[in-house]
C-alpha cells in the first residue's frame, strides 16, 4: 500500500505511524480531522523537528522488567505512544540496548506502591514505580511530556499521589440509561458480559492516564440485580480488564439486596436489619462469593436511607450500624464500605441534615469505611459553602464527592470548567483543628488526621458517545477531577494548560484564546445562572437543566417584594451557620463580612442592601446575568478566531456547542433577571427592558390561524411603543404583527397572528419587537405544534378519560377500546393513564402509558399516509417509547427528561382500499413508555 496524503487523512495519522509506515510527516496547515475519542492520549507526531530528532535518538525500544499485567500495560502503552509521537515504531523487546526505556517496579518507602521516579541514563531512560501502579503512571507521565515536546533534558521526574481513593463513581443503570449523564448510554453492555469490548481497554487507559485507581460502575440508586450470582461473572471479566491497568472494580450495593434477592427462592428474608443474623450470613456468603470471583474487589459505594433508598434506618438502626455490618465482612479481604452523607429529608432546611445526623456518628465508623461527602450541603450548586461536616468529623475517614457530569452545571451544553471550583472546594480552611487547617484537602488526602482511607470520588461524565463526554471541552472536567485527586497543589492554571496541550497540541493561539474561555467559564455561569449564592432555581424534580426560579421558593430562597436570600444564621435564621468553626460562623453570620458570592445562601436581605461591591443587590443581580450572558458570546466569537488552528471537526463540534451554549445562557438570564423584576419592580439603572411572557397552556395548530398570548412588561422608567410579531420560520409560516403601548411598569398583553405549516412539531420561536431594543425571553421559546384536527385523517388526544380535550380532537382514554366505527382504540388490556396538571396545555399534560406492550388499533385511509405520536411526560424522566406494527419498528423516542417532549414518525400505506393497523407501544424491558397525541396526516 502506498501512503497518500490522502489516505493518511482517511485512516488517520495514528494508526498508519503507530504502525511504523512512515518515517515523518508533511505539515499541514489545517490537522487533520478528528472525532474526540483519543481524548488527552493522542500520541500525534511530534510536530517540531529537533525535538522530534532528539526523541528519536532518546527512545528507540521499550523494555519490561518484571512479568505484571499492570508492567505489562505500561509497556504496551510506551510502545503504541510512542511510536504515534515519533512517527516510528518503538517495539517492546526483551534486550536493553540503547536507547530504551525500562519500566520496572521495586518497592520503595518514600515513593509508595503508586509513585515513580522517571530518570534519564547515559544511554537509557528509567521508569521505576514504587510499585506495579507506580510504573504504569510513571509510564504515561512520560508520554504526556513528550506530547507536550519537554526536552529530552527536562525529563527526570520524581511524583506521588496525595489521595490514596482516587475514584470514579458512575451513575450507570442496568438498561445502560446514565443518572445525570449526558454523553449516551453506559460503556458497559452488562447483558453482553462476560464478552468483552475493545473499548472496555481503553477506558481502563483512560482511567490509568490519569492515575484513577478506583472505580464504582454502577448508579447509587443501586439495582440489587448487580449483586446476583448470575451477573457476577460478567462483573469479573470486566474487573479483569480494569485490574491490567491499576484499577478496582467496585459496586454500589442496595442495602435491601438480601430481601429482593432471597424473594420469591427457598429462603426468603423478609428483612434488611444489619443486626439479623440472616441478614448477616447472607451479606457474608455473598462477599465471600464476589472475592472468589474479583479478589481485588474494592468494596461497596452504598447510599442508604436517602431519597427512598432503603437503609439500617428503616431497622432503627444508626448509618454507623449499617456500614460496619458491611466493612466487618469486607474487611479480611482488604475490602472498604464507602457510606454516602447525602441525605437531605425530614429537617426545615437541606443545608443542615447532613451534619445532623452524621456529625454525632464520628468516631462510630469502623477503619474499612469511609463516610462519602459532596463537597457542600445542598447537592452540586454552581456554588455553595463547603459542607460543614468537612472538619467536623475528625474521628472518621472521608472522601470528598464532586461532580463532575454537570447536572446543575448545564449538561453538555453549557461549557463550565469545574476545576477552579474544585480548588476552592479543597483549599478551604475549615479551622476546625490548628491555625485555619485543616482544609478540605488535608482532610482527603489523610494528612489532618493521619489517615488512610480517604479520597476523592468524582461523579463521572462518561457515557458511549464517541467523544465519552457529550461535549469535546467536558472532557476536561474528567480530567481535572484526576488530577486534582493526584496533587490538589496543582493550580486550575497549570492543569488547564495541561489539558489543552494534551488535547489541541501546543499552537499559542489555541492555548491561549482557550484557556482564558476555560477559567472564566464557572464564574460565567454562576453568573447568569446563579449569583450572589442564590442556589438551587430549577425544577427540582426535572432534569435540573433550565431556569424555573419559582418551583425553588422556601426550597432554597424566600424571594417577596422586599428582598430575597434564605436566612440561614444562627441568630434569626435556621442555625446552618452555627455548625461550622467559630471563624467562619462569624463571617458567615454577618451581613457586613459575608462574602457576596456567599450572601443569599447565608442571608435574607432587601433588594436595596448594598453589597461590598458597592451595587444594591437588585443591582448586582441585573448587571450579573447581563455580564455573563455577554461573556459567553465572547467565548462563542473567542472560539471563532480559532479556525484553522484546530481540527475541522472538532473546531466544528465545539462551534455548535458554543451556539447552543448561547442560546440557554440567554434564556437564563432572561429568566433569572424578568423574575426579580417581577418582585422588585426595580428599574435597572442601566435602563431596563422590556420582558414578554407566555400565558401557560397555548398550543399552536398547524395549518390554520392561532393568536398567540404574549405579555410585554414594560421594565423602564418611561411609556413604550412597539410592534410585535412572530418571527416566521421559514415561507410555510404566515404571521402578523400588532402594535401596543405600555406605560413604565405596567403590562398589556397581545395576541399575535401566526398561521404554522400543517406540522406535529416542537418549534422555537421569536418575537420581534419593533423597534428593536432589550426585550427579554422574545427569542427561541419551544412551541408544540399540532395539526388542526380537521386536516388531519385521524387526530387523536390520548390521556385521562377527563382532562380536557384538544379542540377537534377525539380522546382517547385508557377505556377507549376499539370499534369500527370509531375507527380506534384498544385491543387487548387496555394501559394506563396519567394527567399532569393545568402548567400544561391539553396535549401535554396527560398521556397514556405502562409496563408491558400495549395495543393501539387504527383505520388507515387508502394510500401513503404519516403518522406522528407525541411522546414526552410533564413530571418524572420519561424512558423511550417505541412503536410497531407486528415485527417492524415504525419509530421510537430516546429518553427523554422530564418536561422534555418530542414528535416521532412514520411513514405508513393504508393500500388500495385503507386497512387496520395494530400498533404496538413499548419501551425497553420493564420501562415505562408513554404516548400523549396521534395524528394521521396526508404523506408528505
Ligand atoms: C441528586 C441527583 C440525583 C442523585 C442524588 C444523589 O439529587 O439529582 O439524581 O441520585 O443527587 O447524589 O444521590
Given at each position: ?239 479483569g480488564v480494569l485490574r491490567s491497568w491499576g484499577v478496582r472494580l467496585w459496586l454500589s450495593a442496595n442495602y ?316 434569626t435564621g435556621t442555625g446552618f451557620t452555627g455548625l461550622y468553626a467559630a471563624h467562619w460562623q462569624e463571617i ?205 385523517h385521524l387526530a387523536l388526544d390520548i390521556g385521562t378519560a377527563d382532562s380536557p380535550l384538544v379542540t377537534g ?132
Amino acid at each position: 500500500m502506498t501512503i497518500t496524503r490522502r489516505t493518511l487523512l482517511a485512516s488517520g495519522a495514528a494508526g498508519a505511524l503507530a504502525a511504523g509506515l512512515l518515517p515523518g510527516l508533511p505539515s499541514f496547515a489545517v490537522p487533520p480531522s478528528e472525532d474526540g475519542y483519543d481524548l488527552w492520549m493522542r500520541y500525534r507526531l511530534v510536530a517540531d523537528r529537533d525535538v522530534l530528532a532528539h526523541y528519536r535518538a532518546a527512545f528507540t525500544h521499550v523494555v519490561v522488567l518484571g512479568d505484571h499485567a499492570v508492567l505489562r500495560s505500561a509497556g504496551s502503552e510506551l510502545s503504541r505512544g510512542l511510536s504515534g509521537l515519533l512517527g516510528r515504531s518503538v517495539p517492546v523487546r526483551d534486550r536493553i540496548g540503547d536507547g530504551a526505556v525500562v519500566v520496572s517496579a521495586k518497592a520503595d518507602d518514600t515513593l509508595g506502591p503508586e509513585g515513580f521516579t522517571i530518570r534519564r541514563r547515559a544511554d537509557r531512560f528509567d521508569i521505576t514505580g514504587g510499585g506495579e501502579r507506580g510504573a504504569l503512571y510513571g509510564a504515561f507521565r512520560l508520554l504526556q511530556q513528550v506530547q507536550r515536546q519537554r526536552p529530552v533534558e527536562q525529563l527526570n521526574t520524581t511524583d506521588r499521589p496525595a489521595s490514596p481513593l482516587r475514584m470514579l463513581n458512575h451513575w450507570d443503570n442496568l438498561n445502560r440509561s446514565i443518572e445525570r449523564g449526558y454523553a449516551g448510554k453506559s460503556i458497559f453492555v452488562w447483558d453482553e458480559l462476560p464478552g468483552l469490548r475493545e473499548r472496555y481497554v481503553d477506558y481502563a487507559r483512560v482511567l490509568a492516564s490519569v492515575g484513577i485507581n478506583h472505580t464504582v460502575v454502577n448508579n447509587v440508586n443501586a439495582s440489587a440485580e448487580f449483586l446476583r450470582s448470575e451477573r457476577l461473572p460478567g462483573l469479573a471479566a470486566l474487573a479483569g480488564v480494569l485490574r491490567s491497568w491499576g484499577v478496582r472494580l467496585w459496586l454500589s450495593a442496595n442495602y435491601a439486596s438480601p430481601i429482593t434477592l432471597t424473594k420469591g427462592g427457598p429462603a426468603p428474608i423478609a428483612v434488611a436489619d444489619p443486626f439479623d443474623a440472616r441478614v448477616q450470613q447472607w451479606w457474608q456468603d455473598k462477599i465471600d462469593e464476589i472475592y472468589r470471583l474479583i479478589p481485588d474487589f474494592g468494596g461497596f459505594l452504598v447510599k442508604a436511607n436517602s431519597e427512598g433508598q432503603p437503609g439500617p434506618l428503616d431497622y432503627g438502626r444508626t448509618h454507623a450500624d449499617g456500614a460496619n455490618m458491611l466493612a466487618d465482612r469486607l474487611a479480611p479481604y482488604d475490602g472498604k464500605i464507602v457510606w454516602r452523607s447525602f441525605v437531605h429529608e425530614g429537617f426545615d432546611d437541606w443545608a443542615e441534615y447532613q451534619y445532623r445526623v452524621f456529625h454525632p456518628l464520628d468516631g462510630q465508623f469502623h477503619e474499612n469505611a469511609v463516610v462519602q461527602t459532596k463537597n457542600g450541603p445542598i447537592d452540586f450548586q454552581v456554588r455553595e459553602p463547603v459542607n460543614p461536616l468537612f472538619g467536623g468529623l475528625p474521628r472518621t475517614n472521608q472522601m470528598v464527592e464532586l461532580q463532575i457530569t454537570q447536572e446543575y452545571t448545564g449538561h453538555s451544553t453549557h461549557l463550565c470548567y469545574l476545576v477552579p471550583e474544585w480548588k476552592a472546594v479543597l483549599g478551604f480552611p475549615t479551622y476546625t483543628g490548628s491555625g485555619s487547617g485543616p482544609t478540605v484537602a488535608d482532610i482527603v488526602t489523610g494528612v489532618a488526621y493521619d489517615q488512610e482511607n480517604v479520597g476523592m470520588a468524582g461523579v463521572v461524565n462518561i457515557g458511549d458517545d464517541r467523544d465519552w463526554t457529550g461535549y469535546q471541552l467536558g472532557a476536561a472536567n474528567t480530567h481535572g477531577f484526576a488530577r486534582l485527586a493526584w496533587n490538589p497543589r496543582l493550580s486550575a492554571d497549570e492543569i488547564v494548560t495541561e489539558w489543552i496541550e494534551l488535547t489541541f497540541g501546543l499552537d499559542r493561539q489555541v492555548g491561549s484564546v482557550l484557556k482564558a474561555i476555560m477559567l472564566q467559564s464557572w464564574e460565567t455561569y454562576e453568573s447568569y445562572t446563579s449569583p450572589l449564592g442564590m442556589g438551587y432555581l430549577t425544577y427540582p424534580l426535572g432534569s435540573h437543566f433550565a431556569p424555573a426560579p419559582t418551583t425553588t421558593q422556601n426550597l432554597s430562597h424566600h424571594t417577596t417584594a422586599a428582598g430575597t436570600g434564605f436566612d440561614r444564621t444562627a441568630a434569626t435564621g435556621t442555625g446552618f451557620t452555627g455548625l461550622y468553626a467559630a471563624h467562619w460562623q462569624e463571617i458567615y453570620g454577618s451581613l457586613e463580612n459575608c462574602p457576596d458570592e456567599l450572601l443569599l445562601f447565608m442571608h435574607w436581605v432587601p433588594y436595596t442592601h448594598v453589597l461590598q461591591s458597592g451595587k444594591t443587590m437588585i443591582q448586582h443581580i441585573y448587571d450579573s446575568h447581563f455580564n455573563g450572558y455577554q461573556r459567553v458570546l465572547e467565548f462563542r466569537s473567542g472560539w471563532g478566531q480559532l479556525a484553522g488552528r484546530v481540527d475541522a471537526a472538532r473546531y466544528a463540534d465545539i462551534a455548535a456547542t458554543f451556539d447552543a451554549h448561547v442560546v440557554e445562557a440567554e434564556r437564563w438570564r432572561d429568566t433569572i433577571v424578568s423574575y426579580f423584576y417581577g418582585f422588585s419592580r426595580t428599574v435597572s439603572a442601566r435602563g431596563g427592558w422590556l420582558q414578554l411572557a407566555y400565558p401557560g397552556g397555548q398550543l399552536l395548530f398547524g395549518g390554520r390561524a392561532n393568536s398567540l398570548a404574549v405579555q410585554v412588561t414594560n421594565a423602564t422608567d418611561a411609556e413604550r411603543s412597539f410592534t410585535a410579531a412572530v418571527r416566521p420560520v421559514d415561507s410555510s409560516w404566515q404571521v402578523g404583527s400588532v402594535g401596543a403601548t405600555v406605560g413604565a411598569g405596567g403590562s398589556a398583553t397581545v395576541a399575535l397572528p401566526v398561521i404554522p405549516p400543517l406540522i406535529a412539531g416542537l418549534v422555537d420561536l421569536d418575537i420581534d419587537i419593533t423597534p428593536a431594543q432589550t426585550a427579554l425571553s422574545s427569542r427561541n421559546q419551544t412551541f408544540v405544534i399540532t395539526p388542526d384536527a380537521a386536516q388531519c385523517h385521524l387526530a387523536l388526544d390520548i390521556g385521562t378519560a377527563d382532562s380536557p380535550l384538544v379542540t377537534g380532537y377525539a380522546r382517547v382514554s385508557p377505556s377507549t377500546t376499539w370499534s369500527t366505527t370509531r375507527g380506534y382504540g384498544w385491543v387487548g388490556t387496555a394501559p394506563q393513564g396519567r394527567d399532569r396538571g393545568s402548567t400544561w396545555d391539553a396535549l401535554r399534560r396527560d398521556f397514556v402509558g405502562d409496563y408491558p406492550a400495549r395495543t393501539l388499533r387504527v383505520t388507515l385511509p387508502p394510500g401513503p399516509v404519516r403518522l406522528s405520536a407525541l411522546v414526552g411526560d410533564g413530571g418524572p424522566d420519561c424512558p423511550p417509547t417505541i412503536i410497531a406494527e407486528g415485527n417492524k419498528v415504525l419509530a421510537a423516542s430516546t429518553d427523554l427528561p422530564g418536561g422534555v417532549f418530542t414528535w416521532i414518525h412514520a411513514d405508513l400505506d393504508g393500500g388500495p382500499t385503507g386497512r387496520t393497523a395494530d400498533l404496538t407501544l413499548d419501551s425497553e424491558p420493564d420501562r415505562f413508555w408513554h404516548l400523549g397525541a396521534l395524528v394521521l396526516t396526508a404523506a408528505p
